[in-house]
């Protein structure tokens, strides 16, 4: 299976290097290909991101995450990837969680796995409203679906 990461990142020059790095570390049998959008930042962020070797997209302007993560997503489809893994540029998600979103994909059992933020109760900590937020969607989308997803608005997810 042909794997990449698109990270969408606007300003993380000081998280970047360290989120790639943690990628790179993850024990896993096959090759995954690291790629930045680089959405329109004022930083060094898609500087820091070449320095490690990853594939490095600079958007002209800021395009907004949606923006950022379509343009990756695009070129997964034009490189032909099997799978593509989203995971944020600020280190909010820990990479050695993915593993489990892959091996959802590959062994079937999933077309689009979700990682969440909240299952370590020492990961990533929201502002109340944000949090507030977070939990009307996840509400709704159990109301909606009968399926419980405790992070709808994670952005760290396989497809």
Same mark, same amino acid.
């Given at each position: 299976?042909?794997?990449?990461?698109?990270?969408? +990142?606007?300003?993380? %020059? @000081?998280?970047? =290097?360290? $989120? *790639?790095? !943690?990628?790179?570390?993850?024990? #896993?049998?096959?090759?995954?290909?690291?790629?930045?959008?680089?959405?329109?930042?004022?930083?060094?962020? +898609?500087?820091?991101? %070449? @320095?490690?070797? =990853?594939? $490095? *997209?600079? !958007?002209?302007?800021?395009?907004? #995450?949606?923006?950022?993560?379509?343009?990756?997503?695009?070129?997964?489809?034009?490189?032909?990837?099997?799978?593509?893994?989203?995971?944020?540029?600020?280190?909010?998600?820990?990479?050695?969680?993915?593993?489990?979103?892959?091996?959802?994909?590959?062994?079937?059992?999933?077309?689009?796995?979700?990682?969440?933020?909240?299952?370590?109760?020492?990961?990533?900590?929201?502002?109340?409203?944000?949090?507030?937020?977070?939990?009307?969607?996840?509400?709704?989308?159990?109301?909606?679906?009968?399926?419980?997803?405790?992070?709808?608005?994670?952005?760290?997810?396989?497809?």
């Amino acid at each position: 299976m042909k794997i990449m990461t698109v990270i969408p +990142a606007y300003n993380e %020059e @000081k998280s970047i =290097a360290r $989120v *790639i790095t !943690l990628i790179k570390s993850i024990d #896993i049998d096959q090759q995954i290909d690291i790629v930045v959008v680089d959405d329109g930042s004022v930083d060094n962020t +898609a500087t820091e991101a %070449e @320095k490690t070797g =990853a594939t $490095v *997209i600079r !958007l002209p302007v800021n395009l907004g #995450i949606g923006g950022a993560v379509q343009t990756g997503y695009l070129y997964a489809l034009h490189n032909n990837y099997d799978c593509v893994v989203q995971i944020d540029g600020d280190g909010q998600h820990d990479p050695k969680d993915l593993p489990k979103l892959l091996g959802l994909i590959e062994d079937g059992q999933a077309d689009l796995a979700v990682g969440s933020r909240f299952v370590e109760k020492t990961g990533y900590r929201p502002p109340f409203f944000r949090k507030m937020g977070i939990c009307y969607f996840s509400g709704l989308v159990e109301l909606v679906t009968g399926l419980k997803i405790n992070d709808t608005t994670s952005g760290y997810r396989a497809v």
